[in-house]
C-alpha cells in the first residue's frame, strides 16, 4: 500500500516522518515490480502527459516513483510532472506553514466542509499552465491526463472541468469537491465530455467517505461521466490495486485518443 501524507495537525518533523514514510513503502513496493519500459529515444516527442497533484504536505519528488509502476508499452512515450505545491499557511494545521495547494479550513472533511474557493481557482490557473505548456509543445489534449491524491485530488477534479478543452481524463483518489455547484456555470462543452475516475477509501477517517459520495451526484448536475469505486478497508491512502486500475484506465484512453 503506498501510503500519503495525512491531513492532520502537524508540525515540521511530523511531515518529515510522513514523506520518509512515503518514499520507504514506494521503495519496497517498487522492488516488487517489473522492471519499467525502456525510455523512448531523445529524438521522439512526447505522445501524453500524466500531471501528479500530491497531497496536504508532501511534495512531487516523493511522489515521483509511481510513474516506475506503469510498465505498459504504451506508457513509453508518456511525459510526466510532480510539482510541489507552493507553502502557504493552513487553517486546519492551525496556520502551519506547508505545502499547500490551497487553505483547507477543517478535518475531518465532509460533504459539507467550508471551501475556500478563491484559492482553489487561484491553483486551477496554475494547473491549466502546466497543461497548456504540453499542449503547445504538441501533445493533444485527449492525452492529457491530470491525476491526484487527498488535496491534489480535489484540485484534479477542478482544473479538469474548469479547462476549456476535452481532456484524456482526470483520475480522483480520496480527493473531494472544492467548490459549490455555481461553478458549474464555467463548465464548458468541452469539458463535460472529459471522463473522472474516482477511488476512495470506505475508511478513510480522513477526507470521509461522504466527501468522496457526493462528488458523482455533483458531477451529475454537470453532465459529466464519473466512474466511482470503493474501496473497503481503506483508509486515507493509496494501495496498490488502485494504481493497477489507473494503469488500465489511462491506457485504454490512450488507445482510443491516438
Known sequence: MVAMTRLIPATKPFVLVALTSVATVLFLFL?????????????????????????????????????????????????????????KPVTCNYGAVMPSWFDIHEIPIKADSPKDENGVLQAVKNVHAMIDKEIAAGISPNNVFVCGFSQGGALTLASVLLYPKTLGGGAVFSGWVPFNSSILDQVSPDAKRTPISWAHGIDDRTVLFEAGQAGPPFLAEAGVSCEFKAYPGLGHSINNEELRNLEAWIRARLQSSS
Open 31 to 87: 522492488s516488487r515490480r517489473p522492471d519499467p519500459p525502456a525510455p523512448a529515444p531523445p529524438s521522439m516527442a512526447a505522445r501524453s502527459f500524466v500531471l501528479w497533484l500530491h497531497g496536504l504536505g508532501d511534495s512531487g519528488p516523493a511522489n515521483e516513483p509511481i510513474k516506475t509502476l506503469f510498465t505498459s508499452p504504451e506508457f513509453r512515450l508518456t511525459k510526466w510532472s510532480f510539482p510541489s505545491a507552493p507553502p
